[in-house]
């Protein structure tokens, strides 16, 4: 049997996304995004809400990255998400997270975040605060590649967000073969 459960955000995985920039005096901000995705084979689309501080620094540098969080850190991370910039000027600071400098785009990497997407701003709509980035490039730290030097979901083992429990969950293990399992049917 199935139950009615109303309009729901409830589309999995929702990533947790950690979006990084620098504040106006130099200083290393960043804030957690759940509502975001790839939207074009080199452009993010996440939305952001116009009030945070976080917007307000890519609309000035128009740069961002955009990391993946990890269970290593989801104390720091979930920090970074409750705590607004516009309140507290060393929440980058006061997380324990390090940043790095971007050598692509006016945005801070964070070191010990092992995979981030290097963006610069496309657009951003304030009616329905929707931010669009253009992928300039994609850095990852040697612990996420597998031995061909590709990505490895299962050693970058990214955190997804729990709209319904507000919990969070590690996605690290494969269960098929895109474009290859359907074909046995």
Known sequence: MRKNLGIKTYLYPQP?????????DGAPNAMVAAWGSV????????YVAHSHKTMQNILERKAFTVSM???????????????????VTDKFKKSGLTAIK????????IAE???ALECKLVSY?????????????VTADDSVLDENGKLSVEKLAPVCYDSAGHGYYVMERRVGNAFSDGKTL
Request: aromatic residues 4%; hydrophobic residues 40%; glycine residues 4%.
């Open 125 to 137: 709509d304030e009616k329905t605060e929707l931010l669009l980035g253009e992928i300039v490039n």
């Open 113 to 115: 975040l092992p995979l």
């Open 102 to 109: 971007s050598e692509n785009v006016d945005a801070p990497l």
């Open 69 to 87: 969080a990890n269970e290593k850190n989801i104390r720091a991370i979930d920090y970074l998400g409750v705590t607004s910039g516009n309140k």
């Open 16 to 24: 947790t996304l950690v979006i990084a920039t620098y504040n106006e």
């Open 39 to 46: 939207s074009d084979t080199n452009q993010v689309a996440i």
